[in-house]
């Protein structure tokens, strides 16, 4: 069976740093890529990151360089670490990750940046 559990979000100033997990279990860790997405109520859901099956990554245009993703195959965990964050990054962060079969998504983590 598979899980796809997301954690790391919070309530966060502007200008602050955090990090957000997902672990995926019950599929082929090392052929998925991974993606975070986000979506807040005024918007649709949009691509944060994505990294690939061999690492390669790619990012929204609005991140202008302030997240970092990577993922550690033995602990089948990706990583979003973001920094200078701001009030318009507020959102539920989805974790999708992508096999050969099918497609999966968590439940989401909070994010809320505000002072």
């Known amino acids: 069976q598979v899980h796809i559990v997301e954690s790391g979000g919070g309530l966060v100033q502007p200008g602050g740093s955090l990090t957000l997990s997902c672990v995926a279990s019950g599929i082929n860790f090392d052929r998925a890529a991974i993606s975070w997405f986000r979506q807040n109520p005024t918007n649709k859901r949009e691509l944060v990151a994505v990294?690939?099956?061999?690492?390669?990554?790619n990012y929204g245009d609005f991140v202008e360089g302030r997240f970092t993703i990577s993922r550690d195959s033995a602990k089948k965990t990706v990583l979003l670490q973001m920094t200078s964050l701001k009030p318009e990054d507020t959102g539920v962060y989805y974790c999708?990750?992508?096999?050969?079969?099918?497609?999966?998504w968590g439940q989401g983590t909070q994010v809320i940046v505000s002072s």
């Open positions: 990294i690939g099956r061999s690492g390669g990554t």
């Open positions: 999708n990750v992508m096999t050969d079969m099918d497609d999966y």
